[in-house]
């Protein structure tokens, strides 16, 4: 328990920090406090400065960090600045669609990387490894946007483009991992002793590719989570993503830090998920 | 006796034409970002401009094909001799869409919270002529006179932009005056306008407008998405086409595109003239030089620039007014001719030479600057690669640098740490007035050197004449040869060289009746009323 | 196998070998706009074409391989140096050493990187050559780049420091760097090699997607990432196959170096 609530304080720390140098990032970033309507020559000298004076209230850092942090602790996230509205109800809709779009994706592209590197490694043909490698290779070397367009012109699910950009990676570092596992010499005991290729598979192999599979997984929640930017604004998704990079571009100090908190939130708990369980593993093993 | 079967016939095409014309049905189009704002008096985005036409009810609207003003809630109006005042006298009878009467209250209270400096309103911007406070007299329910503490230039057109905001109704965003009321709003998602059962105009047979029930206006930012569901038959029209996409959807399907010709729009590039920014004296000194920003136009490939971008879709711009600009156009100004010879003759006067393939200036520095455009703009990043290739004929290097637009805006407007800039204007009104704050020296949007406490240059002290000249005259011919003026000197001196007028470029489906495409904004639905869609199953194009 | 091995290694080396020759056999300057044929198909003078300025296709594909075959290897090495001595230096240590790594590591993952990338591009002096602009791209894409290799090479380097031959060794009385040097870096090396082949496509892809951003390579210095915004508009597809050729040979330059890495990483 006392280790758990350490974590967890740990975890508190990193958020925090995180939200502090995104909010930094965006306050030192050229184009914080500037805005696309000061371009608008109907506007007069006196309504351009409004302008100025409006974005350029959050100038100092330290200060909206703790007026940020005070509000959250009683929920209000703040207003975001370029979509007027409160950055609660933005994460509120956005949310629920890219937990979906990345989960459906996670979902898929593990399943066909381990399905493929199992394959591959048990039949042992070649043939078989070559068109593995062949098809990992293929959606490594796609980019993500051009993933997004192919899906949108195919109108096929947005998850799927997702899971390609999951898939490669994970098959690469399991195929290799398996690869490793199975020239270990006490396989090569079970080989010879006439254990069948699955026993060998859940009692030998896997228990030692385990604990580094779990810490692929923690990254490839950062992976399809970093994809979801280009799907869902080339796909035309309202989601996080998309949200992310409106925020991006129109430097809104608001709604840039509670995106970070967030991802961070789930990039911990994904790590952290993965090391867990990875020690459970490795606890059993022992 | 042989023209009754000419008459029944003709009866019978306009029974069918109208029977055409008004079968109603969902009009369903893209926003390309979210409405920033409902209130049609903070209107500043695309998104939230085109809900304000749809919704919004004028006083007087400014006809997009004749570009004249013509009577809408006001029935007429006339303007007191000293260019101060306007009287309108209003239509009767007039209901918002929620069943509050119209009066000439609402108009007072639209003007009154239009005008209130804290609202900072764009709209209401474009009406301070001078310091003071505007003044409304309601003379009856149907007539009111306002009065401006200045002489107001075109003060009738300006008020296409005035959406009259109910003063009694308690949700004023859905009290409206216009064909349609916001009926729903999904964020991200879409708009829904319905139409409004109170709206005031009806068409020649007496049947009340508009024809469509409804209009869907779907938020998607992505254009490929756009393009392709209007493909599919998903969405019925596209207000604003890219050429390229133009000319592929031409070879597919050449009923539904639409060239109306050169729009508003104009394409310009300029050098930063700004005394304190932090460039190089000596490229400070290069910018302003007349000999040379005449000379970087002259050795410009407009014609190329609108034939290989544009695909031929753009013609090459002469100055800052574009020919869709009926009235104000200068038709004397002639396009810089592609000339590289002549610019480096120029360059040469000026005190540059060229030694072997390199432009230096009088001190030996070799020329060379950057050009900033914004990220993601093909147009300008094509049109800024093919400057740099002009300009490399006359030993000139530029660095082509794209930037996201709030870098871009920062370095323009903020810090002005830039040397030249290519960008883009759209107009979306046609008289100068609203470029008041670009043409006058002291003005924020003055963009090669703003803020100037007093004129720089003599060219820039005459055109600040110009252009109050213009605003305080309320004689049309006067205007027009002060504004004529204000154009030759800018293109006498380059502070701005205009390069390509693009065309207003849309695609309609064959399904949607009565549309007639013009290149005014908006382009396709400027005739929203009168618009119905046959038929609603999807179409493929 | 070998045989595709031999294949792949061919390809690749004709790949390099056509790219860092470009300037003897490429029809035209990169740069050479032909504006009177614009967007024109393969011909015997463009033999894929030419792009929306008029600028031999080919040519650039040539110089563009050049580009991103040189810099994208160097930015991946320099982000597995830095994971490796992040993740593998914690990993080794273990304990706080660990736990303040994976911190930091933590942090630096859930960063909006591209915003990071976009402000260091929007800050840079804006009179640099695009060779310059290149090289700063993917400079940066290496510093930012460490962190998921990090975490990779960090449970590896833990999983060798509790393994039976690394705690024999270490009750044999060797200790320190000796044993990092000899027991667990050569046994780290199949997941070193993986984590930076992997990185080459992953920074080549990132260049691309900055470029697609409007981010990446300066005009008119072409890269893979520049080449392949042309598919940007899907209207591409189908009607104009040659503008797929920069995509496959990514793919096949990919592809090759997974083929001819997958022996050694099985059996290093």
Redesign the interface.
């Given at each position: 328990m006392r280790k758990l609530v350490r974590h967890l304080a740990a975890m508190a720390a990193i958020v925090v920090a995180g939200g502090l140098l995104s909010a930094t990032l965006v306050r030192l970033a050229p184009g914080f406090g500037t805005d696309e309507r000061q371009l608008d020559s109907r506007l007069n000298s006196e309504s351009v400065e409004a302008l100025r004076q409006a974005r350029a209230r959050d100038r100092n850092i330290p200060s909206f960090y703790l007026h940020y942090l005070l509000r959250a602790l009683r929920g209000d996230l703040g207003e975001s600045r370029t979509l007027n509205r409160p950055v609660r109800q933005l994460l509120a809709e956005r949310l629920p669609v890219t937990a979906r779009l990345v989960g459906a994706g996670l979902l898929a592209g593990w399943l066909c990387a381990v399905l493929l590197a199992v394959g591959a490694t048990l039949t042992r043909k070649p043939a078989c490894d070559l068109l593995a490698t062949l098809v990992g290779a293929l959606f490594l070397s796609v980019p993500a946007a051009v993933l997004a367009l192919l899906f949108v012109f195919a109108s096929a699910p947005a998850c799927l483009a997702i899971a390609l950009v999951v898939f490669p990676k994970v098959f690469s570092y399991t195929r290799n991992l398996l690869a490793k596992s199975y020239s270990l010499p006490h396989l090569m005991t079970a080989y010879a002793k006439g254990s069948g290729p699955l026993r060998i598979l859940v009692w030998h192999v896997l228990p030692v590719a385990g604990t580094q599979l779990l810490a692929v997984a923690g990254i490839s929640v950062s992976i399809a989570l970093g994809a979801a930017i280009p799907v869902e604004a080339l796909c035309g998704i309202a989601g996080i993503g998309q949200l992310a990079w409106q925020a991006a571009l129109g430097r809104d100090l608001p709604l840039l830090v509670n995106l970070t908190v967030l991802v961070t939130v789930v990039t911990l708990a994904a790590n952290w998920g993965s090391e867990f369980a990875g020690r459970d593993l490795r606890t059993r093993e022992a | 006796m042989k023209r009754r079967p000419l008459a029944l016939l003709a009866f019978l095409l306009l029974v069918l034409s109208a029977a055409v014309g008004q079968s109603g049905g969902e009009l369903r189009f893209y926003l390309h970002s979210?409405p920033?704002?409902f209130d049609p008096l903070l209107v500043?985005d695309d998104a939230s401009e085109t809900i304000r036409y749809l919704t919004g009810g004028v006083l007087v609207r400014v006809n997009r094909r004749t570009q004249q003003a013509e009577p809408e809630l006001a029935a007429s109006w006339t303007i007191s001799r000293d260019g101060r005042s306007i009287t309108f006298n209003l239509r009767e009878r007039v209901y918002y869409s929620d069943g509050t009467p119209f009066s000439a209250e609402d108009v007072a209270y639209t003007v009154q919270r239009l005008m209130d400096?804290a609202l900072?309103?764009?709209?209401g911007?474009?009406f301070?002529s001078g310091s003071g406070v505007v003044r409304t007299r309601v003379d009856s329910p149907a007539r009111i006179t306002i009065t401006f503490p200045a002489p107001v230039a075109g003060i009738d057109k300006l008020f296409d932009q005035v959406a009259i905001v109910s003063s009694r109704s308690a949700n004023k965003e859905r009290a409206v005056l216009g064909p349609f009321y916001v009926a729903d709003y999904k964020?991200?998602?879409y708009v829904l306008l319905k139409r409004n059962p109170n709206y005031w105009r009806r068409d020649a047979t007496g049947r009340q407008l508009p024809y469509l029930d409804a209009v869907r206006l779907g938020?998607?930012?992505?254009r490929?998405?756009e393009?392709?569901n209007f493909r599919r038959g998903e969405i019925d029209l596209i207000n604003w086409l890219d050429s390229?996409?133009f000319d592929?959807l031409a070879g597919l399907a050449p009923e539904v595109v639409h060239d109306a010709g050169p729009g508003l729009e104009s394409e310009q590039m300029w050098f930063n003239q700004f005394p304190n920014a932090p460039i190089p004296a000596y490229k400070r000194e290069w910018f302003r030089s007349t000999h040379f920003r005449r000379a970087i136009s002259g050795a410009i490939n407009r014609a190329?620039l609108a034939?290989?971008?544009y695909g031929g879709h753009a013609q090459p711009a002469a100055g800052p007014v574009s020919p869709a600009n009926k009235f104000w156009f200068n038709a004397k100004l002639r396009t810089p001719a592609y000339d590289p010879a002549g610019a480096l003759s120029l360059l040469q006067q000026a005190g540059f030479r060229l030694e072997g393939t390199s432009l230096r200036d009088r001190e030996g520095h070799a020329v060379?600057?950057?050009i900033?455009t914004?990220?993601?703009?093909?147009a300008r990043?094509?049109m800024?690669?093919?400057i740099?290739?002009d300009l490399g004929k006359i030993g000139i290097t530029v660095?082509?640098?794209?930037?996201?637009?709030?870098?871009?805006?920062?370095?323009i407007?903020?810090?002005y740490?830039?040397?030249g800039a290519l960008l883009g204007?759209a107009n979306t009104?046609l008289d100068p007035n609203?470029?008041?704050?670009?043409w006058l020296s002291?003005?924020?949007?003055h963009q090669w050197n703003p803020?100037q406490k007093s004129p720089e240059t003599a060219w820039e002290a005459e055109i600040d004449r110009l252009m109050k000249e213009q605003a305080s005259s309320l004689e049309p011919a006067k205007r027009k040869a002060c504004f004529d003026r204000v154009q030759e000197i800018v293109v006498e001196q380059q502070p701005f060289s205009y390069l390509v007028n693009k065309n207003a470029l849309s695609a309609v489906a064959t399904t949607v009746a009565n549309a007639s495409p013009v290149v005014l904004r908006p382009q396709t639905y400027w005739n929203a009323e009168t618009l119905s869609v046959r038929v609603q199953t999807a179409s493929k194009h | 196998m070998r045989r595709v091995r031999q294949s792949a290694w061919v390809l690749l080396a004709l790949v390099v070998i056509g790219s860092l020759g470009a300037g003897l056999w490429a029809p035209a300057d990169y740069a050479t706009q032909f504006r009177e044929a614009p967007n024109s198909p393969p011909s015997h003078q463009h033999w894929l074409g030419t792009d929306e300025l008029g600028r031999d296709r080919f040519s650039r594909v040539l110089y563009g391989t050049r580009v991103s075959l040189l810099m994208a290897p160097a930015a991946a090495l320099l982000s597995t140096l830095l994971a490796t001595l992040a993740g593998g230096i914690a990993g080794y240590l273990g304990g706080w050493w660990e736990r303040i790594a994976m911190a930091a590591t933590d942090l630096f993952l859930s960063m909006p990187w591209l915003f990071l990338l976009l402000v260091v591009r929007a800050m840079l002096p804006l009179n640099v050559s695009p060779i310059t602009s290149i090289a700063v791209t993917f400079l940066l894409l290496g510093l930012l780049g460490w962190a998921a290799s990090a975490r990779v090479l960090c449970a590896g380097t833990r999983g060798l420091r509790d393994s039976d031959f690394v705690l024999q060794a270490r009750a044999s009385g060797l200790r320190g760097f000796r044993l990092l040097a000899l027991h667990v870096m050569p046994n780290l090396k199949p997941v070193l090699l993986a984590q930076f082949w992997i990185s080459i496509p992953v920074f080549i892809i990132s260049e691309a997607n900055l470029g697609i951003l409007g981010l990446g390579v300066a005009e008119p210095l072409p890269s893979w990432g520049s080449l392949l915004r042309e598919l940007e508009g899907f209207t591409s597809f189908g009607f104009e196959a040659w503008k797929l050729v920069p995509l496959l040979l990514l793919v096949l330059v990919v592809s090759s170096f997974q083929i001819i890495l997958s022996r050694d990483e099985v059996y290093a």
């Open positions: - | 979210e920033k704002t500043a400096p900072h309103s764009p709209t911007d474009s301070r964020p991200d998602s938020i998607q930012p992505n490929d998405i393009m392709m390229e996409y592929r190329d034939r290989v971008v060379e600057f950057s900033i914004n990220a993601g703009n093909k990043e094509r800024a690669t093919m740099q290739q660095h082509v640098v794209t930037l996201d637009f709030a870098s871009l805006i920062d370095r407007t903020e810090s740490n830039y040397e204007t009104d609203a470029q008041m704050n670009m002291s003005a924020e949007n803020r | -």
